[in-house]
């Protein structure tokens, strides 16, 4: 089916080399394929770091065009342990009863929309909006901030047509600053994940402002095209695969492994950087002290040595050992948040939808080097009952 495969580029490569170096802008990046070795790699934190410059482990590099270091992202143990300590029980209260209920509510209304509407355009018109209309439940944020955010695009920090316009993230920081001020004035009693930041203790101070922006632009960044292109590609593949949107209406219980198999399948994070500390050597290719790797979760998710018919969906997949999230000290914080919005939003199409119709789309394709990688939709427009 045309729109709702997404095939895998790195096949050859894996199977050859298991690692590949492409070029980002003067500062090269090998990207390594294979299951076991991105596991190895985003485990041995002290060889790989993701504590270096600031931007310089996301592909593209952003180092030109930030110098916020983004929270717990770009750091190593021990102050990763203990920048994380302070949010991880906040990233986990969406497997909270009432959270599950708000979001509930929250994507049944979207759905509603769009069964009323009948036809609509899914990136722009569904996923963008559920997404930062979701994003209010995490940060603890009155719904009506989401309307702000869903005026700033599919990308918070870059720009459709060039990947490094500074420009775009003033806005987000901006918006941020004010944000920030606004629960300074009464951190004591606030609600949301701003005036918990402003309350924490980091090694007994509290955190600076320039620490809770780098916590908040990751919250912002983190979980905008990731959840956008999921949301966006599990209509896209039901819309393609209506017999097993028919199965999880007989088997509700299945969900929760439709789940796991379409974020390894869709594999929203392509890679993600890391800066050697010293010489090193990955897949039998060395690897010189001051220069990068990548982890590449999306290659590791189609490895057929770990994963039987790596390409197909298999909704009801038992060992699901994918990456989709990362690996080790840095997996996603997010990933609560991110499963129960598409366990709820399948839930919801697997009750309420009979049909879903692509009737036009554009790919999104991402190009890394040689490789050319499909990881969602620019547009998507579908009729749906
Ligand atoms: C880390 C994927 C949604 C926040 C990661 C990593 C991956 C990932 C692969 C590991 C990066 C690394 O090791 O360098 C995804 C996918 C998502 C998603 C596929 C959606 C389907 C979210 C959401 C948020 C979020 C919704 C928050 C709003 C974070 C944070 C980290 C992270 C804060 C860094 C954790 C750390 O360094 O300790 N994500 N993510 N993500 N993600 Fe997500």
Redesign the pocket.
Known sequence: CPFSDFPDPFAAAREAEGIQEIDDQGDPVKMVLGHRNVRKS?HDWKTYQ?GAKPGR?VVPSEVNIRDIRQI????DPPE?TAY?AL?EAW?RRPLEEAYEAALTELINSELDRALNAGAMEVVHDFALPLQSRA?TL?LNCPRQEAEHWIGWGTHVFRSDDDPLDSGKANQLYDYLDAEIARAGKDPENGTDLYAHLLRAEYKGRKLTIEEIKG?MI???A??RD??I??VTNTLAYFAGNPEDLARLKENPDLTTRAVEEL?RYF???TH???VATKDAEVSGCPVAANTRIS?A?AAANRDPGVFENPNEVVIERKANPH?????????????P??RQ??KVLINALARRVNKIEVTNYEDNIEQWGEFERKVGFHRLQIQIS
Do not use: D, Q, Y
Request: charged share 10%; glycine share 14%; aromatic share 12%.
């Open positions: 985003a993701s482990i717990p992202f770009e750091t990763h994380r949010v990233f994003l995490l916590v990751l919250t912002f983190g979980g990731t959840v292109n999921a974020v594999s929203p994070l993600m950087g890391r982890l979760w990456l989709g999230f990362g690996f080790g000290i840095h997996k996603c914080l997010g990933a948040h991110a919005v598409l």
